[in-house]
């Protein structure tokens, strides 16, 4: 009986743990084409047709000697919790007379027109809007937050809103930042002069020149005391002593010590980094090599591969650093809803996690 149970859980937890993975990869991702933001799904098809604007970035960098051609996109024209927010033309008499700031479903549904009004990233129910605009050449743009059909939710008037994570978000007011709960009710009275968002329950913030965290209460949970310090991800932060990188856990107790020169944050269970000898690679969480080399450059862990520059040429390795997808491109990124953006041949495509082209950008 109890070996049977044991079965039934671990079959369940297989299933869910597939359907997540399925649920995740199709999400629509974003494509670029003639100008416009369109969406595909983790074939290649197009679902929602290319139409949309935002604010694009397109970059031209050099990497190894090879100009590369891509671009970036501001994360609400990413879904998110079903949402994403992008712009759309109004046009009269084929004349573009000024652009709409939309909200849509992933079946291309528009969920909110808000006309002029711009906005931000759909994150836990709520979207940051700018209420008031003072002027081209004035930087401060005053936010409020409404759900996706428009309506006011939260009515202060902020120089900066960030997205809500767990009920909690991060605001600009008076040139100094603090955090707010979803009605709108500051967490507690103290502000900082830098800080970053919550992730796990814990915020990173500045205290006379040091960092340190707060809890979801607005508590000091871990005291200042570091030069920097990153959010959390995977139990784990990112902590510089002024010389080398390390890694706290959620009590402050420094875990990994301070010896790398470079290092990204935990995800999926390991990080990338990068030491004084001129190795990168990635390490667990007791701070061991997991496997490293002379690459020239690493990324993360994303749904299990990770690029990494070998002899001039990305590829993508899994946990123990074996390559899934043999080194073959001039520059690679981390994947995204089962989406890499690589560049090779000159042009820019989305791969699968099996490495196949699933689209070729046109820049």
């Not at 709960?181 to 990173?204: H, V």
Request: proline letters at 2%; glycine letters at 8%.
């Amino acid at each position: 009986m109890i070996y049977r149970s044991w079965y039934i859980f671990n079959v369940l937890t297989f299933i869910i743990l597939i359907s997540n993975i399925i649920i995740l990869n199709s999400r629509p991702m974003p494509i670029i084409a003639d100008g416009k933001i369109g969406f595909i799904d983790s074939t290649g098809q197009l679902i929602i047709q290319p139409q949309y604007s935002s604010y694009i970035e397109f970059t031209n960098f050099k990497y190894r000697n090879k100009k590369i051609k891509s671009f970036n996109l501001p994360k609400q024209a990413y879904f998110n919790e079903g949402y994403a927010s992008l712009l759309k033309a109004d046009v009269l008499w084929f004349i573009v007379i000024a652009y709409d700031n939309i909200i849509i479903n992933e079946n291309g549904h528009t969920s909110c027109n808000m006309g002029g009004i711009k906005h931000g990233q759909y994150s836990d129910g709520l979207i940051a809007m700018v209420a008031k605009n003072r002027g081209l050449r004035d930087e401060f743009i005053y936010y409020n937050y409404c759900d996706n059909r428009g309506y006011d939710i939260i009515s202060i008037p902020f120089r900066y809103a960030g997205p809500f994570v767990n009920g909690r978000a991060l605001v600009l007011k008076d040139d100094n930042f603090s955090y707010i709960d979803k009605t709108g009710t500051f967490i507690n009275k103290s502000t900082y002069s830098r800080a970053e968002s919550f992730s796990e329950d814990l915020a990173a913030v500045m205290v006379d020149d040091k960092w340190g965290f707060i809890n979801r209460d607005g508590e000091m949970a871990i005291s200042p005391q570091f030069v920097r310090a990153q959010s959390f991800s995977d139990g784990m932060a990112r902590v510089m002593d002024g010389k080398a990188f390390g890694f706290i856990d959620k009590n402050g107790k420094l875990i990994i010590d301070y010896k790398f020169v470079s290092a990204n944050e935990f995800s999926e269970g390991y990080a990338s980094v990068s030491d004084a000898d001129g190795y990168k690679g990635f390490i667990d969480k007791e701070g061991n090599w997991t496997f490293k080399d002379r690459y020239l450059s690493v990324g993360n862990f994303k749904q299990g591969l990770a690029p990494v520059d070998y002899n001039g040429k990305f590829g993508y390795v899994d946990y123990k650093g074996n390559f899934v997808i043999q080194p073959q491109y001039d520059f690679a990124e981390d994947f995204l809803n089962g989406f890499a953006k690589v560049y090779y041949n000159d042009k820019l495509h989305y791969i699968n996690m099996k490495g196949e082209v699933i689209w070729t950008f046109d820049l």
